[in-house]
């Protein structure tokens, strides 16, 4: 039956393809009729249906791939000159909704984005209809904007009312404190090309930006252009069949840590160990950071009397501290993923407990400031989104349970180490039972749940 369905939704796929492409062609030869608009439009609603079904019955999974732009300098100058606009438009939004408390995406998409409008247009005190230069970028892009401030909104207002906030400000996108920024292109708007040797990108107003990616893909959806540190990127959503759950036996616990991002037990009493080597790496990385960000002060603070030497000097340094960050986010991100790629491949049962980072730094005082911050670098709980998302695709099962005194309970004779304090080995002041510490919380998180001691989460 799931096959079947799969089969179906691959060749309705196709034919939408098909009636695109030829669209397109009958359009520029001008034999387009009113009539086979009208099929295409059915067709298409067919197809958002068939979707969005199949989507509700998790035959099919929703997932969103990162793909790295490499713009030309007029084109980074576009690219920037509509980030710009979006965070002006988005900036307007906000200033426009602590005026009159109005989040609703259309009216301010009325006020802040159509050029023309047969409504009448009110606006508080100080503020009016966009400048002509304004109207330079796409309106979808613009529009996306008051879409994600509407978003925002609603998650504030929604947090308010189950008491995780007691009250919320809506804050202004500032260039100097998020030079981080992203804006939406609709699906119809953006498509990928194949040209010549490499696949191009191309939005409205804007065409044949190269993306770096292994096959075409086809944009049905709404894609988010991002800047981060220096680079460019596209995420675009996928449509991905999950493979079934087939439990063959294989089941391992985790116990994340810093030395080692990772220690697992196995049922067959295998121990491994992930990221134990990364340590030295990252924290090279992030030494070079830390002076890179040193400089900046440095030069940013200080008097000289060539200002040219010192806005050179302070670019300088900002692009070291850039690239650093970039760097030490994909080191991380590489790590995670091919922990994942390695436990899905070759476990049906993982066992993986909360790992409370923040909690931790907070109640830290005796620890150091470089420990806390290699500590929050590793993004734990990052890796058990990423897993919880990959094991959903691959068939596999995740257990997020609780490691309530699991470094501190001996393997052997189950009593308590109230003194373990920072050991890497545990030694049981009972039974002299001694292993590493890692394996020793791994192994009493594989007992206790298959004992059902431990709290599970799901």
């Known amino acids: 039956m799931r096959a079947t369905q799969v089969k179906e939704t691959t060749a309705l796929t196709i034919r939408r393809w098909k009636m695109a492409k030829e669209r397109t062609e009958h359009r520029e030869q001008g034999v387009w009729s009113s009539d086979n608009e009208q099929d295409y439009k059915q067709e298409m609603k067919e197809f958002e249906q068939r979707n969005s079904a199949l989507l509700k019955k998790k035959l099919l999974l929703r997932r969103t791939r990162k ?3 490499f713009p030309t300098r007029s084109q980074q100058k576009t690219l920037r000159k509509f980030m710009g606009t979006c965070r002006w438009t988005y900036n307007q939004a906000v200033a426009h909704f602590r005026a009159t408390n109005e989040s609703n995406a259309l009216s301010l998409t009325t006020l802040y984005v159509t050029k023309t409008s047969k409504m009448t247009r009110t606006y508080p005190d100080g503020m009016g209809s966009p400048p002509e230069w304004a109207f330079e970028t796409p309106s979808s892009m613009r529009s996306n904007i008051m879409r994600a401030l509407q978003t925002n909104v609603k998650s504030a207002f929604s947090n308010l009312k189950s008491g995780n906030i007691k009250q919320f400000n809506i804050q202004f996108s ?11 292109e609709n699906g119809r708007s953006a498509k990928i090309e194949q040209k010549q040797s490499a696949f191009c990108l191309s939005v409205s107003k804007l065409k044949d930006i190269r993306v770096k990616m292994d096959r075409p893909v086809d944009i049905t959806s709404e894609s988010d252009i991002m800047y981060s540190n220096g680079f460019w990127y596209v995420a675009i959503p996928e449509l991905v069949e999950p493979d079934p759950y087939e439990y063959r036996g294989t089941c391992i616990a985790l116990d994340p840590g810093t030395k080692a991002f990772m220690t697992g037990v196995d049922l067959e009493g295998n121990v491994l160990e992930f990221g134990r080597d990364n340590k030295t790496r990252l924290n090279a990385i992030r030494k070079r950071q830390d002076a890179a960000q040193s400089l900046m002060a440095k030069f940013k603070n200080q008097k ?24 030490l986010k994909n080191c991380v991100k590489e790590l995670h993923y091919k922990t994942c790629a390695y436990l899905t491949k070759n476990y049906d049962a993982i066992l993986l407990p909360i790992f409370k980072t923040k909690e931790m730094v907070k109640k830290s005082s005796t620890r150091n400031h470089g420990f806390n911050k290699s500590m929050l670098s590793l993004n734990h709980y990052q890796f058990r989104q990423l897993l919880l998302a990959k094991c959903e695709v691959k068939g596999k099962a995740v257990v997020v349970c609780s490691e309530m005194y699991t470094s501190q309970t001996c393997g052997r004779c189950y009593r308590l180490h109230a003194k373990l304090g920072s050991s890497d080995v545990f030694t049981c002041p009972h039974c002299s039972y001694s292993v590493g510490r890692d394996v ?5 998180i594989l007992c206790y749940v298959c004992a059902g001691s431990l709290q599970v989460y799901h």
Request: overall charge positive; aromatic content about 16%.
């Open 67 to 69: 793909y790295r732009l």
């Open 174 to 184: 500032s260039k100097k404190k998020s030079p981080n920024f992203t804006f939406s």
């Open 440 to 444: 020793n919380a791994a192994l009493n």
């Open 304 to 327: 000289t009397k060539s200002k040219r030497w010192q806005y050179r000097s302070y670019v300088r340094a900002k692009r070291t501290f850039m690239s650093c960050t970039a760097k």
